[in-house]
């Protein structure tokens, strides 16, 4: 299943909101419609916001009115600010506006020159990400054996991205090897990316798997009932890694029980300029703990913490899962992604 489709000035995707019960395409015809989309987390997962954010600005140029290409590179660089302002962790999103932009300020022509190559790099980036998302499934199935029952959190697998997904692409590609795995997945409080939607893709493939409440992790892992734990990224800094709220407290728990912790991520998400200390953790909105499918749960006017992500150091990590191979995280200290910069 492909995520995320371009079709003559339309971005077409699926409303992750409305599954499992529910399949809505969302037709995004302007880059507002993105931003509200990101924001919104119809479209989430960090390497999905990333291509998501490069559609938008493919739409600002497809449908922008101007002759001019001084004025269409203005409506890009406004269109990049609404882009740049939906969700501040994900270092995917910055890293895809940031290319597009520069493809649009190299290429040298007119509108229509600059219109196209804008259009051209958003659809190559798409087929990029599936493409950067099979080889680390095929890296990563290195890691599993017949027989292993891998524990995942949130949701990275195709709907996290263009197509495949990281921590599930490892799973698929181990699947298709003919490893007889097991998944437990945690249902990703508060808003239940795994019960939604990982559980959902890894039934659609017949991969057996069983839900847990997130509170539950200690309990399996006692029990010795995981072999190794494999998640998703949505950025990785020098020091740590940075994901779903809920993946530290995993990875302890993993270095506890002497369980290997991996993390599956492309290299766009890698932000080595940076350290944990400097990163902004998105706090959303408090509805999303006091109130379950619009219902609420908790009294009202309660205090409420609501990040959406925390924060791993790399001494618990065993390997990063890449598409150029599983690096350690000593090697995030030297290792050059000149490619890859991302502001």
């Known amino acids: 299943m492909r995520t995320l489709e371009w079709k003559d000035g339309v971005a077409i995707t699926i409303d992750q909101t409305k599954l499992p019960t529910r399949t809505i395409l969302l037709n995004m015809k302007g880059c507002g419609d993105v931003a509200s989309a990101i924001k919104e987390m119809k479209i989430r997962g960090a390497p999905l916001i990333g291509v998501a954010a490069a559609f938008g600005l493919a739409l600002t140029a497809y449908h922008s009115k101007t002759l001019r290409r001084e004025q ?35 290429t040298t022509g007119d509108k229509k020159e600059v219109t196209e190559a804008v259009i051209n790099e958003a659809k190559r980036m798409a087929n990029e990400d599936i493409e950067v998302n099979h080889k680390m499934g095929e890296h990563g199935s290195s890691l599993v054996e017949n027989g292993d029952v891998i524990l995942t959190h949130c949701n990275a697998g195709g709907l996290a991205t263009v197509g495949y997904g990281t921590a599930l692409g490892v799973i698929f590609a181990s699947w298709e090897q003919g490893k007889k795995i097991r998944v437990i997945a945690t249902e990703t409080r508060p808003q239940l990316q795994g019960a939604r939607l990982t559980a959902y893709e890894l039934k659609r493939e017949n991969i057996p798997v069983t839900l847990i409440t997130d509170n539950m992790v200690g309990f399996v892992m006692a029990k010795k009932q995981v072999n190794l734990v494999i998640v998703g990224a949505d950025r990785i800094v020098k020091d740590a890694v940075i994901n779903k709220i809920g993946t530290y407290s995993i990875a302890v728990l993993a270095k506890a029980h002497d369980i290997p912790f991996y993390v599956a991520a492309p290299i766009s998400t890698m932000d080595l300029s940076h350290t944990s200390s400097e990163v902004i953790i998105e706090e959303r909105e408090p509805k999303e703990v006091t109130h379950f499918r619009s219902r609420r749960i908790a009294p009202k006017n309660i205090e409420v913490m609501n990040p959406a992500f925390d924060i791993t150091p790399t001494k618990y990590i065993s390997g990063i899962i890449t598409e150029i191979g599983v690096l350690s995280p000593e090697d995030l200290n030297h290792i050059k992604f000149e490619r890859y910069k991302h502001y």
């Open 72 to 106: 269409l590179m203005k409506e890009l660089e406004t269109s990049a600010q609404i882009l740049r302002k939906t969700r501040p962790t994900a270092v995917n999103l910055f890293w895809a506006i940031n290319r597009v932009l520069t493809k649009a300020k190299e």
